[in-house]
């Protein structure tokens, strides 16, 4: 089945570093999707991504839908404390289909 | 505007037992899927309902079930409950079976001892 490969599973940076994480998939995607996670709380919907090669900021962040289809990477610049937090990416291989989600990274901002 | 609702939020059950969760979507929303979300694992697809009707269905067995209401509200029941069955359980509505972005609800916790 599809599956979505996010490493590593933590992440360490001091505050107001910039910092990468990337997404990849043994399968194509039509749909990325970026979510920020909180302990105890749903996932938000920080970025979402829709065509091949987009480039796509929401404040801060920025994320790619890779060339390929089969990646996605996602920057958060001059990170703050407020970026702790667990970052899923999330993809659907096409109209109909299914969210697959990664296993997620942690990110730790040392201020 | 009020966005995904669930509830409750946590609830404790006995092996073997049957649970009931429940999901209001957001406002104008008339999809929801189910999702469970085990400790340090991202969400896992159950189920996605729409106009009633189950419409998508992950790798989960028959003990899992749901159902969609005419209001777009959902349940989501599971029977003959199992310690593995302890995790987040997350909902997430969208606009449209052919939907482009989910948003969640806050999830509620199962534990199952």
């Known amino acids: 089945g599809q599956q979505l490969n996010q490493s590593p599973q933590s992440m360490f940076i001091q505050e107001g570093e910039d910092v990468s994480m990337n997404c990849t998939s043994s399968s194509i995607f039509n749909t990325w999707l970026w979510y920020k996670q909180d302990p105890g709380e749903g996932p938000v919907l920080l970025i979402a991504l829709y065509k091949a090669g987009e480039l796509t900021s929401n404040g801060r962040l920025t994320a790619q839908f890779g060339i390929t289809r089969k990646d996605s990477f996602l920057n958060i610049s001059a990170s703050i404390p407020s970026d702790v937090g667990i970052y899923f990416c999330?993809?659907?291989?096409?109209?109909?289909?299914?969210?697959?989600f990664g296993k997620g990274i942690t990110l730790s901002v040392r201020p | 505007d009020a966005g995904v609702t669930q509830s409750p939020t946590h609830l404790i059950k006995t092996r073997g037992q049957q649970v009931t969760l429940r999901c209001s979507p957001k406002s104008g929303h008339d999809t929801v899927s189910w999702y469970q979300q085990a400790l340090g694992q991202g969400p896992q697809f159950i189920f996605q309902?729409?106009?009633?009707?189950?419409?998508q269905r992950g790798n989960f067995p028959d003990r899992f079930s749901g159902h969609q209401f005419p209001n777009y509200s959902s349940e989501l029941n599971v029977n003959a409950l199992l310690l593995g069955d302890s995790a987040l359980y997350l909902c997430?509505?969208?606009?449209?079976?052919?939907?482009?972005?989910?948003?969640f609800g806050q999830g509620t916790r199962l534990t199952v001892v």
């Open positions: 997430a509505s969208s606009l449209g079976f052919d939907y482009t972005e989910a948003f």
């Open positions: 309902y729409y106009e009633e009707e189950e419409r």
């Open positions: 999330a993809g659907r291989a096409g109209a109909n289909s299914k969210l697959t």
